[in-house]
């Protein structure tokens, strides 16, 4: 069989290398009424200014890239590079050294034939990152799939899940996920999350579970999490918090908000990614109480039908972590504030509303929509890297710029930025 499939090869190779002129079919027609509505919905999305095109990149990430189009470097404030790791080089090595010496994949998931003895030195140095008692700690693709897996294999539907109500979209679906009952509180608003502990006790619900970002990525606010557990406690309830944009950043030694609100063992797990901070690739974790995560390792779906985690991936967070955790992980933090509370002084001065308190994330405020596209095209041009966001990715009338500081960025960098804010916010009527 197989010499006769190799002489069919030789003599028709383009049909059975799938030739790109031989193998061109025509697409299956779509339903009118779809094909009509989804035609609808991209032409209003173009005319209302929420339609997201993607610029191309054509460098590495780092503080100064390359864009299609663009003709020159321009510098780039819209990553969650948060440290500069996702192309530092001790991190670039650790993931060769990975790949090359793990392969590239497992093609398998984790309870099959997927863990090698990387995963498990990966999760277990996160756990030390930690520092907590009966603690464990499960890898995932992404956080997506770490918030996609915790609600539906913990609760039941005699269970009370209260989210606050500007969590991540991560966050929302997997509580859909959920049989447990629903509750939202107004955002960073502990009396109401005791109220709905309350309503939530009162409809006769079990176990509750609140859960809620540690740091709310559009608005670069910081939950008040030390009030959350008092909460928390108070009501016997259990905490999960999304560390996605906290984790290397947030804290004395960038442990998060549970290190920045001095909680860190008043959290029963912790959701978050390795892709921000932590090297920029891919990758997420669910940590915390070992009781619970081996529930996740047995029901959680995101890890028991995904692949496990590229040892490329696991390489590079694991040389981020003992950068993080080494004598360089103090001057990147440091370096990283002084540029957040530079640029946030010089655009305060300059009259722009800012969003946010105590984070690299510091939103532009703008309300329209199409003055944030317009004001990041314009910026663009100017050399500065930016992205408006709009609904439904923000609140209605709230559009904004996202700038992200960098412990990459240099002082002239910022200063370069603010300029060409200070530019064309007053050529779009947005400062005088």
């Not at 990149?57 to 470097?73: L, Y």
Request: with cysteine.
């Amino acid at each position: 069989m197989f010499i006769r499939a190799k002489a069919l090869v030789q003599k028709q190779p383009q049909r059975l290398l799938f030739s790109t002129q031989s193998w061109v079919q025509q697409q299956a027609q779509l339903p009118a009424e779809l094909e009509e509505r989804v035609s609808q919905t991209l032409d209003n999305m173009r005319a209302n200014g929420t339609y997201k095109a993607e610029r191309i990149i054509t460098t590495p990430q780092e503080a100064s890239i390359q864009v299609e189009g663009s003709g020159s470097n321009v510098v780039n404030f819209c990553a969650n590079n948060y440290l500069g790791l996702a192309n530092h080089p001790q991190v670039v090595e650790r993931a060769s050294e990975y790949l090359h010496k793990w392969g590239n994949g497992l093609s398998s998931v984790r309870f099959i034939c997927g863990t090698q003895a990387i995963h498990k030195q990966l999760e277990d140095k996160i756990t030390q990152f930690y520092s907590r008692n009966q603690s464990d700690t499960i890898l995932y693709a992404s956080c997506f799939d770490a918030n996609a897996g915790v609600f539906e294999s913990l609760l039941t539907e005699k269970d009370a899940v209260i989210s606050d109500s500007l969590n991540h979209a991560s966050i929302i679906d997997g509580v859909r996920l959920s049989r447990a009952k629903r509750f939202r509180y107004r955002n960073g608003d502990v009396e109401d999350l005791d109220a709905k502990l309350k309503q939530a006790k009162d409809e006769g619900c079990r176990v509750k579970l609140v859960v809620t970002d540690g740091v709310f990525s559009m608005d670069g606010v910081i939950a008040p999490l030390r009030d959350v557990c008092d909460v928390v406690e108070r009501h016997q309830a259990v905490l999960v918090v999304d560390d996605a944009h906290a984790t290397g950043v947030v804290g004395k030694t960038g442990r998060g908000t549970g290190e920045y609100w001095g909680v860190a063992p008043r959290i029963h797990l912790v959701n978050s990614t390795l892709g921000k901070a932590l090297g920029g690739a891919s990758g997420g974790y669910t940590s915390g109480n070992s009781l619970l995560i081996e529930l996740l390792r047995n029901t959680s779906r995101p890890y028991l039908f995904s692949n496990t985690l590229a040892p490329s991936v696991v390489g590079a967070a694991a040389a981020a972590l003992d950068i993080l955790g080494s004598q360089q992980g103090t001057p990147l933090l440091e370096r990283l504030w002084a540029n957040a509370k530079h640029f946030r002084q010089r655009m305060n001065e300059a009259g722009f509303e800012l969003a946010g308190k105590d984070h690299a994330i510091i939103p532009v405020m703008l309300g329209d929509a199409r003055k944030a596209t317009q004001m990041a095209d314009a910026l663009l041009k100017r050399g500065i890297y930016v992205i408006g966001f709009s609904y439904p990715v923000v609140p209605k009338d709230q559009a904004r710029i996202r700038v992200q500081m960098s412990a990459a960025h240099s002082t002239e960098q910022i200063d370069h930025a603010v300029d060409a804010f200070i530019e064309v916010g007053r050529d779009l009527q947005v400062i005088s």
